[in-house]
């Protein structure tokens, strides 16, 4: 067994899961804070304001970063739905339902600040664009999939339902992505691309650390809100007891 198998092997462990992913939060939280501070400095700072929409345009080191992730988090959670429904990986349930609130946030951050960067640019907070729209969406699906896992007693019935969910919305991200190629929007082209980027250096890079920011600041939240899933719904079983009693740390 290679070492991807191995690791892969070991995170069906909840005992091995949950101090592994303690060992890592404090470097996450750090990294993440410093990060964080750092591309909030270069953005409001360092950076210049944009050329036609001035000062305005800082939001984007919220707003992108923020959009970004809501798109990111979906897509992962239509993996972590296929590997439960496939593998039977409880952990990977756990992962995924975990990743819901995490994604609605950051969904409804990007849909709040596109709107108050819309109002100068725009001059309107909301158009039924098809980007804002199909983002809205977004919001919905991951809304649909905490309800509908809140709507079951048992927790791997309700994840299975929830991982269905996940993998039928993953349609929507296409739509996300590609409409303001496909259809006459207001919203403008994207800007980051894997061709390249039509922003300035000075701009990108604090836009940049912002993503990588968001993306620990993910992981480092997955990963508290997981554990603590774990150890509720294992409460009762003797590896969380033996916590308890300081046996583990």
Excluded: C
Aim: aromatic residues 14%; proline residues 6%; glycine residues 6%.
């Amino acid at each position: 067994m290679n070492r991807f198998m191995l690791f892969f092997h070991k995170l069906g462990s909840p005992p091995w899961f949950y101090q592994f992913s303690g060992r890592l939060l404090p470097w996450l939280w750090t990294v993440f804070l410093v990060l964080a501070a750092t591309g909030i400095y270069l953005g409001l700072v360092k950076a210049p304001p944009d050329y036609l929409q001035g000062e305005s345009a800082r939001i984007m080191y919220i707003h992108v970063p923020s959009a970004y992730l809501s798109m990111m988090i979906y897509a992962l959670m239509a993996v972590m739905g296929f590997i439960a429904l496939v593998w039977h990986v409880r952990i990977s349930e756990i992962m995924m339902i975990s990743s819901a609130p995490v994604g609605a946030m950051f969904t409804a951050l990007a849909l709040i600040t596109g709107s108050l960067w819309g109002r100068p640019t725009w001059g309107t907070y909301w158009v039924w664009d098809a980007r804002l729209t199909s983002e809205l969406v977004l919001l919905f699906l991951y809304l649909g999939i905490m309800g509908l896992y809140a709507a079951h007693d048992e927790p791997r019935k309700a994840a299975r339902a929830a991982a269905l969910l996940a993998i039928v919305g993953v349609v929507n991200l296409p739509i996300i992505h590609y409409s303001v190629l496909w259809w006459n929007t207001l919203h403008q082209p994207p800007s980051l691309t894997t061709g390249g980027s039509s922003i300035h250096p000075s701009m990108l890079w604090p836009l940049l650390v912002m993503i990588v920011a968001w993306k620990i600041y993910y992981i480092a939240n997955l990963l508290d809100r997981a554990r603590e899933k774990l150890l509720d719904q294992d409460r009762n079983k003797r590896w969380v007891a033996d916590l308890a009693h300081g046996d583990k740390t």
